[in-house]
């Protein structure tokens, strides 16, 4: 190839172009090296950088955010339950052992129950029904068995029985019944909304406090296993079956003689029979209602029976008139760094009257309890040992 450049201009390119590969061929030989090390050098500060991150992620998840809100102040007790009320159960029994201080030496109290006084009210009646148609019904017979003697003699007119005397029994029958009616129905008490079973476990605690002082507790058992006391009624009422036997009898022999007399004399004897059936009747209902021959809460006369009995240990007793409401509060602090620490308070209200047998008022004071907050490890090492036996 001619080269179209003069020689001189030749010579200085090529003199360049010789000095430029004598520099450059040496650089390029030298750069894999450093390339490898710049690359190590990058990747480690990655590494460390990746770990710093780490570390300070770790750091603000044990932290609190700055962003934090304070508690609502919320109960919630679904993680512990019923815990609370242990202090609120405590409360109960100091209520109590305060209330029996507060009671007049000498003198026992029964705790008031709508429901048993009225069964007490209603049983008391129901017996005295019993006694007193067993009476009349006596009394009765012997009347009407005079008026047969007298009309027996064929011939002779027949005495003149007022019928005013068949009167006063159906007027009692009836009344009777209708106080059975009451031991039939179901008697409902309106309870506190919140804590079912409060007055029950203060009457318990009352009993525990002082037994000698607390001669009835209202609700409860109240002598369904008293089989002396309802075989004494079982008595009255087959006494009075007896004399209800004895008057049937004796208006079937009277339906005889009206079937066998004419005139007026049929008519009087047939007036007679009539408002004597018409009492026998009567004394059937009453006695039919009591259902005797059934032993459960559906018969007045086994209810009877036990009213009767819890009316007899309570006489003369005053009466403790008391309500109560109890609560338990759980508060459960959580710590970052601690865990989760248990505190229970409980809050008590009580209210009583004391009365007479009579009504007449004798004392009535409301009291108020709150127990401080009661730290509870839940390792089970911080409280008293009283507070995790109860006794």
């Given at each position: 190839m001619v080269s179209l450049l003069p020689p001189r201009v030749a010579g200085h390119l090529v003199l360049m172009f010789s000095l430029l590969a004598a520099f450059v061929a040496?650089?390029?030989?030298?750069?894999?090296?450093?390339?490898?090390?710049?690359?190590?050098?990058?990747?480690?500060?990655?590494?460390?950088?990746?770990?710093?991150?780490?570390?300070?992620?770790?750091?603000?998840?044990?932290?609190?955010?700055?962003q934090s809100?304070?508690?609502?102040?919320?109960?919630?007790?679904?993680?512990?339950?019923?815990?609370g009320l242990v202090r609120a159960f405590d409360l109960a029994?100091?209520?109590?052992?305060?209330?029996?201080?507060?009671?007049?030496?000498?003198?026992?109290?029964?705790?008031?129950?709508?429901?048993?006084?009225?069964g007490m009210?209603?049983?008391?009646?129901?017996?005295?029904?019993?006694?007193?148609?067993?009476?009349?019904?006596?009394a009765k017979n012997k009347e009407l068995q005079r008026y047969l003697d007298t009309n027996r003699p064929p011939g002779s007119g027949p005495a003149a029985l007022p019928l005013a005397v068949f009167t006063v029994v159906p007027a009692t029958v009836r009344a009777s019944a209708d106080l059975a009616a009451l031991l039939r129905s179901n008697v409902t008490?309106?309870?506190?909304?919140?804590?079912?079973?409060?007055?029950?476990?203060f009457a318990s605690a009352l009993a525990q406090s002082c037994p000698a002082s607390i001669s009835g507790l209202g609700a409860g058992y109240l002598g369904e296993l008293d089989w002396e006391r309802y075989d004494k009624l079982l008595g009255r009422v087959g006494a009075l079956a007896a004399h209800r036997a004895a008057y049937a009898g004796r208006i079937a022999e009277l339906q005889?003689?009206?079937?066998?007399?004419?005139?007026?004399?049929?008519k009087q004897f047939a007036a007679v029979v009539q408002a004597a059936l018409a009492q026998l009747?009567?004394?059937?209902?009453?006695?039919?209602?009591?259902?005797?021959?059934?032993?459960?809460?559906?018969?007045?006369?086994?209810?009877?029976?036990?009213?009767?009995?819890?009316?007899?240990?309570?006489a003369g007793s005053l009466v403790?008139?008391?309500?109560?409401?109890?609560?338990?509060?759980?508060?459960?602090?959580?710590?970052?760094?601690t865990g989760q620490h248990l505190r229970l308070s409980g809050v008590a209200f009580l209210w009583y009257r004391l009365h007479e047998p009579d009504g007449q008022l004798i004392r009535a004071e409301a009291l108020r309890r709150i127990t401080r907050p009661l730290e509870v490890d839940l390792r089970g090492s911080n409280a008293a040992d009283s507070f995790w036996s109860g006794n």
């Open positions: 040496p650089a390029c030989a030298q750069s894999a090296p450093e390339l490898a090390a710049l690359r190590a050098r990058a990747l480690a500060a990655q590494a460390r950088q990746a770990s710093a991150e780490a570390e300070r992620a770790e750091l603000l998840a044990r932290l609190p955010s700055s809100k304070a508690l609502a102040g919320s109960l919630d007790t679904r993680q512990f339950g019923a815990a029994r100091e209520l109590a052992t305060d209330l029996c201080a507060r009671l007049p030496a000498g003198r026992r109290a029964a705790l008031y129950d709508p429901a048993t006084a009225q009210v209603a049983a008391r009646m129901v017996d005295s029904a019993l006694a007193r148609l067993s009476s009349e019904m006596a008490v309106a309870g506190i909304g919140y804590g079912e079973g409060a007055r029950s476990l005889g003689l009206a079937d066998a007399a004419k005139g007026d004399q049929k009747k009567l004394v059937d209902s009453f006695t039919d209602s009591l259902q005797a021959g059934e032993a459960s809460e559906k018969s007045p006369l086994f209810n009877t029976a036990r009213h009767l009995g819890y009316s007899e240990r309570t403790l008139d008391a309500d109560l409401r109890l609560e338990g509060l759980t508060i459960v602090k959580e710590n970052l760094f």
